[in-house]
């Protein structure tokens, strides 16, 4: 008996049928949608897994419309009501009310931007001022102390040094496929706190919040990141619930060769990111290092450095004294404090003064005192720019020593010694100057250098102030003085949006200092004539914008844009551009996010199109 054979083309034919059969069974299955593509883009479920990695599998919005709840296969899965935006945002600050502890207000907030991220922006956005103290500092600071007690689900990415020589494969986990920003840390020096491992995953989640709700960055397009070098915090690595790896840092050098391979893999998988850097303890080697390569900035160094300047040079016109009569002390002589100082000098500089007298007006303050030249010790290579030749050998060991010593007219704090601006010390200001310029800038608030209360009664109400974390107002003469905040988010969401914008190869210094300069000139008149330092909190979002044309401006005249066509715009038509790819968590036609050309046809940085914006 002769068995039949088939040809190729009839294996061919038979595996087509099949998968023909196949599809129309799929098909047959599936349940029927009765709304536009449009409309599903918008407000589709989490559970294809291609969007965000950590939210609820269903979004079960109470504002979503018959249609809508049909759509999605929620109705009478949440109450028949239909609930406008306002209504939903007056629940959700009831329930934060309700909240009696910072970190339980944290942890309400964090939840719901893991589980409906366009009410979570909305709510942030509506009410900044009151919000934005739980979402960043100073309560982030409490929760990354905590974070492996209150962990409940991923919220970003964690790199262990284990994985080195694979971080590529690592990398490719992360579920977004358009990613514009990142924000990075390895948790060595949180805020004031120090060494918190893998804990310090609360500052790159709430960094990127700030990104979204103040300069419209699609959250979808941010990717937190903590590497674990280990920790030298032995309470952590007594924790029994600590989550970090249980070693010692690995050297400066392991450091290095890592981060080499970090941001290879990064670029690789997002060819143009832009790459900031957070709490380091060692910041400065890694933006020298990369700075030049890729798209990189670090918000400490010169995040910090611009808003402070930002609110210098108001605090300077208010003052009313030339600019080369200043003489500026600062307690504190680390990263933050010399990047902020070196801001400063450049305004200086920009102004006509030479450099070697602009770093004359500066005395940087250290545990050890006096940063001089003679002082017996090595000094840290960032602390020698500033370091003092004109002491004639008379060393001195604490701040008030070189408060009588200089007379100066500005106080900065960047040293996270609480209460060091003593009132001995105020008052001495206030006796030097009619207006002293008093700026205790280190986080948390029980960190910080002095209080805005004590600065009014120490100055007799007279003082210049701006502190980093927020103050309560005071009143005087029945009119109530709101404190000035220095606060990074006034400036980093503008660059980071202005940076993603213009597809800067570089960030350069000349865009930060431009970050700055728009900040200033940002003030409204009814903010310039109570004398604010800063814009309303409120208004943070059209500052973004502001600061985003500074930016992108101070971009095209380095050359180091490449989104050419923005050149061809007005200051006014390039705010519209701006504002026209901020995310709206309001709108809700679909959402706008990343670079696009001005006649509005939207594409990714990477030449693809853009697809609408899921939440």
């Known amino acids: 008996m002769t068995i039949p054979t088939r040809s190729s083309s009839q294996y061919v034919y038979t595996a087509l049928v099949s998968a023909i059969v196949l599809l129309v069974a799929v098909l047959l299955t599936r349940r029927p949608c009765d709304c536009s593509d449009d409309y599903m883009s918008v407000h589709r479920s989490f559970t294809d897994g291609t969007h965000s990695p950590h939210p609820a599998s ?206 290879t893999a990064l670029t690789d998988r997002w060819r143009s990111i832009v790459i900031q850097f ?70 200086f500089v920009r102004n006509g003064i030479p450099e070697e007298k602009a770093k004359q007006m500066f005395w940087l303050v250290d545990s050890r005192g006096l940063v001089t030249a003679d002082r017996g010790d090595k000094l840290a290579e960032h602390k020698l720019f500033f370091q003092r030749t004109d002491n004639d050998g008379v060393q001195c060991k604490t701040l008030e020593e070189v408060v009588d010593l200089v007379r100066p007219t500005a106080l900065v704090g960047l040293c996270t010694i609480g209460g060091i601006f003593t009132e001995p ?80 190869a570089h960030v350069t210094d000349s865009m930060i200092y431009a970050s700055a300069a728009g900040l200033a000139s940002s003030l409204n008149a009814a903010e310039r004539a109570r004398g604010d330092l800063y814009p309303e909190l409120q208004r943070v979002r059209e500052v973004s914008v502001v600061v985003a044309r500074e930016v992108i401006r101070a971009a095209q005249k380095e050359g180091v844009d490449r989104n050419k066509m923005l050149q061809f715009l007005s200051d006014a038509e390039l705010e519209d551009y701006i504002r026209g790819r901020m995310y709206d968590p309001k709108d809700t036609a679909g959402h706008k996010s990343g670079a696009a050309s001005p006649d509005g046809a939207s594409g990714s940085r990477d030449g693809s199109p853009r697809g609408r914006a899921n939440l």
């Open 58 to 263: 269903i979004d079960f919005d109470t504002s979503f419309d018959e249609e809508a709840r049909k759509a999605l296969h929620i109705k009478g899965l949440v109450p028949p009501a239909i609930e406008g935006f306002s209504k939903q945002e007056k629940r959700c600050l009831e329930q934060i009310h309700l909240k009696s502890t910072a970190i339980d207000k944290y942890s309400y907030l964090s939840n719901l931007r893991n589980t409906n991220a366009n009410m979570f922006y909305r709510l942030l956005i509506d009410n900044m001022r009151e919000l934005t103290p739980y979402v960043y500092t100073p309560t982030v600071g409490e929760a990354c102390v905590k974070w492996s007690h209150i962990y409940e689900h991923p919220e970003g990415l964690y790199l262990s040094f284990t994985d080195k020589g694979n971080l590529r494969s690592v990398i490719a986990n992360w579920p977004q496929e358009n990613v514009e920003i990142t924000v990075i840390t390895d948790g060595s020096r949180i805020l004031g706190l120090g060494d918190l491992g893998v804990n310090g995953m609360g500052i790159p989640v709430g960094k990127l919040a700030l990104y979204s709700g103040c300069a419209g960055i699609h959250p979808e397009r941010t990717l937190p990141i903590t590497i674990d070098f280990g920790t030298d915090n032995t309470e952590f690595l007594a924790d029994d619930l600590y989550m970090g790896a249980r070693h010692r840092r690995v050297s400066e050098e392991e450091q290095k060769e890592f981060m080499d391979e970090m941001m």
């Open 278 to 347: 957070e709490d380091f303890k060692s910041p400065f080697w890694s933006l020298e290092r990369y700075r030049n390569t890729y798209t990189v900035f670090n918000d400490d160094i010169q995040g910090t450095g611009a808003v402070i300047l930002g609110g210098m040079i108001t605090a300077f016109k208010a003052a009313s004294r030339p600019l080369a009569d200043n003489k500026l002390v600062f307690m504190g002589a680390g990263s933050a404090a010399v990047g902020v100082a070196r801001q400063i000098c450049d305004l």
């Open 425 to 504: 010390i105020v008052r001495k200001m206030a006796s030097f100057n009619e207006a002293p310029i008093i700026f205790p800038l280190s986080n948390p608030s029980s960190k910080s250098e002095c209080t805005y209360a004590q600065a009014m009664e120490w100055t007799d109400n007279r003082v210049v102030f701006a502190s980093g974390s927020p103050f309560p107002a005071v009143t005087v003469d029945g009119i109530e003085k709101i404190p000035g905040q220095g606060n990074n988010m006034y400036v980093f969401p503008g660059i980071g949006l202005a940076t993603i914008l213009c597809e800067a």
